[in-house]
């Protein structure tokens, strides 16, 4: 009777456990190995056979990486240093290091493309982290492009201040003409306005003020400029323009009006239609004929505009993408609140477009900056033009690997970093939640 009476009381436990850690086979690096890498017996064996795979590549690769040839002068002295051992010759980019970076440019002026680098990051800073860089910086980025030419091209300091002040007389006129008339009028007479300063009142203006108060840099021709310099001067312009091009762009493709539709349509359509080789040809050798006759249109900003047009017509079907994924409800919502067109692109549509197509746009930057290369198709020294150069070298006459490998390092890690802070945008916007 006692044993039944046992078997029917139940036990309630009073007091709580100690919670206990997870067993160490389920966390950390162990815990990551065994369910990614030896989930199954199928996966161990891929595990174990990749390993033995790369530990072959690295069993070879190393010891050419790392051979002692830094202080090598050319590549007979690599080879006799080696003895017939597999070997890099690093020699040549410790040599070559300052022609790859900057060409030609003088190198007593290798202070200016230095300085226009660290101005560039402390110009973009405003843009990219906008929550930690105080927004009184937004005045600098503004004039960081005019300032970049001053210090890239030298000259007088009045010509890229005259090219500002346009800007400045478009925006005041812009504020003027909007108190009474539409926008689109009031867009209108800015750029008419910035255009008859640049075209008549400047040209009159800069010469006195450059003879009077020469105040300036010593000139360097674009001739001059060449390596990652070039690609960088050449990329991050078309980067910076596309983006507001594109969005134009898109918006205009999307316009109930049909001869602004039809032109973005015609324009987004020929561009993409057409290889970038084929617009630098024409920005290189087509583009003075159509010019009057002794005008000297700088090859880099021919370069330039070609690349940007190229890079704006893809950004605008990237951005129409990211339009088109909106609900309906969002229009709706902004005609219900009685915004009109602009208002309702800039504070409601836009924004979410772009969150939208933050992964396409960033793609879209790294295909502009690795595109920049073409540009050695076209008799400029970018990076691979200044590799071809340095081989034809008597003295690195044989050289494939080791300039390509570098200059493929140098490329990794500027596009690898704005992938990065693409996905770093992506979790602080919280996109698609």
Partial sequence: MSNTHADTVLFVRDTMLPQQDPPSSTIGAIGWAKENLFSG???????????????????????????????????????????????????????????LMFGFYPSEMYWRPVLTIVLLFVAIAPILFAERVPSKLLGFTAIFPFVAVWLLWGGTIWGPLMALLGFVVAYFVFGLADKYLTSALALIAAVVSALIWWGLISPLIEPALSSALPIGLETVDSRQFGGFMLSITIGVTAIMCSLPIGILLALGRQSDLPLVKAICVGF???????????LLFIASTLLNIFLPPGTNFDIILRVMIMVTLFASAYMAEVIRGGLAALPKGQYEGADSLGLDYWQAQRLIIMPQALKISIPGIVSTFIGVFKDTTLVSIISMFDPLGLANAIRADQSWNGI?????????????????????????LERKLQTGH
């Fill in 41 to 99: 017996w199928i996966n161990s064996i891929l595990t174990l056979v990749s390993l033995a795979f790369v530990l072959f590549l690295l069993a070879g690769l190393l010891p050419w990486l790392f051979s002692p040839t830094w202080s090598m002068n050319s590549l007979t002295e690599c080879r006799e240093l080696l003895a017939g051992d597999h070997g890099a010759c690093w020699g040549v980019i410790r040599e070559r290091w300052p022609q």
């Fill in 400 to 424: 494939y690997w080791e300039l390509f490998i570098f200059i493929g390092v140098v490329f990794f890690i500027f596009c690898f970093s704005m992938s990065r802070y693409s996905m770093y």
């Fill in 268 to 278: 987004i359509e020929f561009i993409r239609g057409v290889p970038l080789i084929t």
